[in-house]
């Protein structure tokens, strides 16, 4: 994996997210029926995605659940970008706020911007109403509570999103309209299979750079992920 993505899982300690056993290489069950995926899985969607992942960049992350691939996101992005964590579940919409909050509160809040020192500026503003605390830049990230397989429209376009639960086929086409001309997404799909009825993969969605902005997809590997 690149030097980047080792450094911003090590930035995140996953004691801070996981109720047990929190560096096993396994998923662990964080309630409601939800998971924190396998510190491998966590690897290679950051190492997929980590053209996408630059300092400045935008990304989503749908079924944020912990919120701990937010926080590594964030370290990235870094001060300059976004990251959108959405999460259904009320429950685990206020864990992955929570658990961020033990070490990474700053990413959640914004940070104030820095003032003109200009007298001229002073006395053009000295009759303004001072106590107004609007001057943050907006936080790198922010955690949402809504239905993920209709993306966030509010902050799109992204360069790239991430899925951390299966979804059905006909999710990733709305999520992709979310995408950045040249952006990427990864996501698990669940698929029919002659053999077996169902079976997950997990699918790497790229959109052309042009005014086409044609979506184009390839299968990874299998998976297997809780549903989205």
């Avoid at 990304?59 to 691939?69: E, F, I, M, P, T």
């Avoid at 919409?93 to 940070?111: A, E, F, T, V």
């Avoid at 429209?153 to 999710?171: M, R, W």
């Avoid at 799909?189 to 979506?215: A, L």
Wanted: proline content about 5%; glycine content about 8%.
């Amino acid at each position: 994996k690149s030097q980047r993505v080792i450094a911003a899982m090590k930035k995140v300690d996953r004691a801070d997210f996981s109720p047990s056993d929190p560096y096993d290489d396994c998923p662990q069950r964080i309630g409601y029926g939800a998971t924190i995926s396998a510190p491998h899985m966590h690897a290679h969607a950051l190492d997929e995605l980590k053209d996408k992942l630059k300092p400045g960049c935008s990304a989503l992350d749908v079924g944020s659940g912990s919120g701990y691939l937010v926080a590594c996101m964030a370290y990235m992005v870094g001060d300059k970008g976004t990251v959108v964590g959405i999460e259904h579940i009320k429950e685990l919409y206020d864990l992955g706020k929570k658990n961020i909050n033990k070490s990474h509160s700053h990413l959640l809040i914004g940070q104030k911007k820095k003032k003109k020192d200009s007298s001229k500026d002073n006395d053009d503003n000295k009759d303004k109403d001072n106590d107004n605390d609007n001057d943050c830049d907006d936080p790198v990230v922010t955690l949402v509570k809504g239905d993920g397989r209709k993306g966030y429209l509010p902050k799109a376009p992204y360069d790239c999103i991430h899925v951390g639960a299966a979804a059905q086929p006909d999710v990733p086409d709305v999520l992709a309209a979310q995408l950045k001309k040249g952006g990427k997404m990864v996501i698990p799909v669940e698929i029919k299979d002659n053999y077996s009825g169902t079976k997950q993969v997990f699918r790497m969605y790229n959109k052309s750079n042009d005014e086409k902005e044609t979506v184009t997809w390839k299968d990874i590997m299998g998976v297997r992920y809780v549903p989205l």
